[in-house]
């Protein structure tokens, strides 16, 4: 529910300690781009950071770890992770939707998305797939609020983008194949 205490995203996912769950997310903090990276498994994943011209950055990640990427302006970023996970961010440091957060994470019938709104004002995000199936939702997160979401994968593949109205240079684009293990 919007404007909500912050939702556990595990709820999402009966399987949550079954199987390696990769997790990926970003927000805007000052002139930086705060990834947050996770992974839950038997071992380390590796991630890789690409933003700007910088060379790209391999990250191990086993939990939890934050990698901040420093951008002037505008910024384009893209990671890349274990059951190919993908997620490009692209925005501005003064658009309207800088503090929101697109936390994805695979799932065993999906993907948990967790959508967070750091900022002053009310936002409203529009998510639709690209490819793999036909779905589109529009939700509003209040300020300072957070909402848990699940996207279909159907045959554990997806490919969706979330914008925001009241900000154009706000995109995330999400995608990925189910991780192995999981079903679809």
Excluded at 67 to 77: I, L, S, T, W
Excluded at 101 to 118: C, F, K
Aim: no cysteine.
């Amino acid at each position: 529910m919007p404007g909500s205490s912050r939702p556990d995203p595990a709820a999402l996912d009966t399987a949550a300690g079954a199987a390696s769950l990769p997790q990926v997310g970003g927000v805007v903090d000052g002139e930086v781009v705060a990834l947050r990276l996770g992974y839950v498994g038997p071992d380390f994943a590796r991630f890789a950071v690409r933003g700007g011209s910088a060379e790209p950055l391999h990250v191990d990640v086993l939990g939890e770890k934050y990698v901040p990427v420093r951008f002037g302006g505008d910024y384009h970023v893209v990671v890349e992770g274990p059951g190919g996970i993908r997620m490009e961010l692209s925005g501005s440091q003064r658009g309207h939707a800088a503090a929101v957060d697109v936390q994805a994470r695979h799932t065993e019938r999906g993907l948990a998305l967790e959508l967070r709104n750091g900022g002053p004002h009310e936002v409203q995000l529009e998510l639709r797939a690209l490819a793999h199936i036909e779905h589109e939702t529009h939700v509003q997160v209040a300020a300072g609020g957070a909402l848990p979401l699940f996207w279909p994968a159907p045959h554990g593949h997806y490919d969706l983008e979330a914008v925001v109205a009241e900000d154009a240079t706000f995109h995330r684009r999400i995608l990925g194949k189910a991780v192995p293990g999981l079903g679809a």
